[in-house]
């Protein structure tokens, strides 16, 4: 059976305009602008409604792993919906959730042995920040002191828009406005070698931004629930590639000081770094792993919340019930399309191909890494980003700021036009292919925006 839209591309965006309200977008511009209206897709490639086809440079914003109208999830998602397609978790059970609970506990890192589902990664990060800290109250009271109420997390972090994940978010842009409204974490700062908050100079740094954060766990161990960080990746904050040794630096940090750690691997889970979880490449077992995104394959909303026995044990002895649920917790077309996803995954080895596939993009963008208007190009597993720089000293985007976002926006608008659809974040281009791209369609992706952007620095005023 197949849908035909009822409506033209004028009259989809007239309505748009009149009634709805985007993510992300200011509105003002977005009632003047032209955006993609989405008729279908296949594989890495969208169709929007002028029948215009543009490959999927974001993987539709992190979540699609393994391309549109896959066979296999279209299939598990039916087969699903002829049974059932939702009804409550809250005092029953099903066998997706089942599966699928089993399925995440044999990949995940050891040591991790419960799953508590929600349906977006901000929820699970809620979810996390809620059972660490009802597991550090139970800690405190047994010590007769009183509950910690603090996490420590990294400036330009992002963890998703719900309050307690913006209390743990640093991105100005997004969560300064929301300030008065939110518990701040404590921070200490990102490790982006680019713009390395010591001043250092790679290499010969031995890392001393992780002995800054250490340092900072140790200053306020008494007021810490748990540090709460996206390992290898600050997606959002930037694309921001963390140096080698890092996270593991981190995590030992915490765990000396008796502090809980916890891995926010909404974005890099499922393989998107090169392993299927980013804490493996440091050999990290976090005390909760927080997972969404990618996990439907891009397909439905479902989230994650892994634990440890010792977690779980604590919050069953004290309080006992855990007071938090959602509507639509563990769907069962979710969980099933989940399932489908998982096993694609790991039947089509898909892990393997990214090297090849990374490689292809780092060759196509090679000439790039000379351009004087490009910098800190920059890999892992399947993300590739680099920043934008002014063309000249005494150019119109000499200080940066919203000229030079315009830009960026600019160029997006162009690589669109020539069959590409990216998002820029801020002064940061980048690519993050579903993991089922060919080799052939990174290098096409790749080209787009390298072409686009030179054409765009040599004719910047
Ligand atoms: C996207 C993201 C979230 C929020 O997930 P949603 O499903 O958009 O609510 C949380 N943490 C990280 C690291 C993310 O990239």
Same mark, same amino acid.
């Not at 004087?372 to 920059?378: L, W």
């Not at 920043?387 to 162009?414: H, K, M, Q, V, Y």
């Not at 998002?423 to 940061?428: A, D, E, K, Y």
């Given at each position: 059976?197949?849908?035909?839209? @009822?409506?033209?591309?004028?009259?989809?965006?007239?309505?748009?305009?009149?009634?709805?309200?985007?993510?992300?977008?200011?509105?003002?511009?977005?009632?003047?602008?032209?955006?993609?209206?989405?008729?279908?897709?296949?594989?890495? +490639?969208?169709?929007?409604?002028?029948?215009?086809?543009?490959l999927d440079g974001t993987a539709?914003? +992190?979540?699609?792993?393994?391309?549109?109208?896959?066979?296999?999830?279209?299939?598990?998602?039916?087969?699903?919906?002829?049974?059932?397609?939702?009804?409550?978790?809250?005092?029953?059970?099903?066998?997706?959730?089942?599966?699928?609970?089993?399925?995440?506990?044999?990949?995940?890192?050891?040591?991790?042995?419960?799953?508590?589902?929600?349906?977006?990664?901000?929820?699970?990060?809620?979810?996390?920040?809620?059972?660490?800290?009802?597991?550090?109250?139970?800690?405190?009271?047994?010590?007769?002191?009183?509950?910690?109420?603090?996490?420590?997390?990294?400036?330009?972090?992002?963890?998703?828009?719900?309050?307690?994940?913006?209390?743990?978010?640093?991105?100005?842009?997004?969560?300064?406005?929301?300030?008065?409204?939110?518990?701040?974490?404590?921070?200490?700062?990102?490790?982006?070698?680019?713009?390395?908050?010591?001043?250092?100079?790679?290499?010969?740094?031995?890392?001393?931004?992780?002995?800054?954060?250490?340092?900072?766990?140790?200053?306020?161990?008494?007021?810490?629930?748990?540090?709460?960080?996206?390992?290898?990746?600050?997606?959002?904050?930037?694309m921001?590639? +963390?140096?080698?040794?890092?996270?593991?630096?981190?995590?030992?940090?915490?765990?000396?000081?008796?502090?809980?750690?916890?891995?926010?691997?909404?974005?890099?889970?499922?393989?998107?770094?090169?392993?299927?979880?980013?804490?493996?490449?440091?050999?990290?077992?976090?005390?909760?792993?927080?997972?969404?995104?990618?996990?439907?394959?891009?397909?439905?909303?479902?989230?994650?919340?892994?634990?440890?026995?010792?977690?779980?044990?604590?919050?069953?002895?004290?309080?006992?019930?855990?007071?938090?649920?959602? @509507?639509?917790?563990?769907?069962?077309?979710?969980?099933?399309?989940?399932?489908?996803?998982?096993?694609?995954?790991?039947?089509?080895?898909?892990?393997?191909?990214?090297?090849?596939k990374r490689?292809?993009i780092?060759?196509e963008w090679?000439?790039?890494?000379?351009?004087?208007?490009?910098?800190?190009?920059?890999t892992?597993?399947l993300v590739a980003a680099f920043?934008?720089?002014?063309?000249?000293?005494?150019?119109?985007?000499?200080?940066?700021?919203?000229?030079?976002?315009?830009?960026?926006?600019?160029?997006?608008?162009?690589t669109?036009?020539?069959?590409l659809?990216i998002?820029?974040?801020?002064?940061?281009l980048y690519l993050i292919p579903?993991?089922?791209a060919?080799?052939?369609?990174c290098?096409?992706m790749a080209?787009i925006l390298r072409?686009?952007?030179?054409?765009?620095?040599?004719?910047?005023?």
């Open positions: 059976m197949s849908h035909h839209p @009822s409506m033209t591309r004028a009259e989809i965006l007239r309505s748009d305009r009149e009634n709805l309200w985007h993510p992300f977008a200011d509105m003002a511009r977005w009632e003047r602008e032209d955006p993609p209206v989405i008729g279908s897709g296949e594989g890495v +490639w969208l169709t929007d409604m002028n029948g215009h086809r543009m539709s914003l +992190w979540v699609n792993l393994l391309g549109h109208r896959r066979p296999e999830l279209d299939r598990a998602l039916l087969d699903q919906a002829g049974l059932i397609a939702h009804s409550t978790f809250l005092g029953a059970t099903h066998e997706g959730a089942v599966l699928l609970g089993e399925k995440l506990l044999s990949l995940a890192p050891p040591g991790l042995s419960r799953v508590f589902y929600s349906d977006n990664g901000s929820t699970a990060v809620e979810i996390a920040m809620k059972l660490a800290f009802l597991a550090a109250k139970h800690r405190a009271k047994k010590r007769g002191q009183s509950p910690p109420s603090r996490f420590l997390s990294l400036e330009r972090g992002y963890h998703g828009d719900t309050l307690g994940a913006v209390g743990a978010g640093a991105i100005e842009r997004f969560h300064a406005v929301f300030g008065p409204l939110v518990r701040p974490s404590i921070t200490a700062p990102a490790p982006d070698c680019a713009h390395c908050p010591l001043g250092l100079v790679r290499p010969g740094c031995d890392l001393a931004c992780a002995d800054v954060a250490v340092d900072r766990i140790r200053a306020h161990r008494d007021e810490l629930v748990a540090v709460l960080v996206e390992p290898l990746l600050q997606a959002a904050g930037g921001i590639v +963390w140096p080698k040794g890092y996270l593991a630096r981190l995590a030992q940090g915490a765990r000396s000081e008796g502090i809980l750690f916890v891995a926010d691997e909404v974005a890099t889970g499922f393989g998107r770094t090169g392993t299927l979880f980013a804490c493996e490449q440091e050999g990290v077992i976090p005390d909760l792993l927080v997972v969404g995104k990618a996990l439907t394959g891009g397909y439905l909303p479902l989230a994650a919340t892994l634990c440890t026995e010792r977690i779980y044990r604590a919050v069953r002895e004290d309080p006992g019930t855990f007071y938090h649920g959602h @509507s639509y917790t563990a769907n069962p077309l979710a969980c099933r399309v989940a399932l489908a996803t998982l096993e694609v995954l790991e039947r089509e080895k898909l892990l393997a191909s990214i090297p090849e490689a292809r780092e060759r090679g000439p790039l890494s000379r351009h004087p208007g490009v910098r800190n190009i920059r892992l597993g920043d934008l720089r002014p063309p000249s000293p005494g150019s119109a985007f000499a200080n940066g700021g919203a000229a030079l976002l315009e830009w960026t926006r600019r160029i997006g608008e162009r669109r036009e020539r069959g659809l998002r820029p974040l801020g002064p940061t579903a993991l089922s060919t080799v052939e369609e290098g096409i080209r072409e686009t952007v030179e054409s765009a620095l040599s004719t910047s005023p």
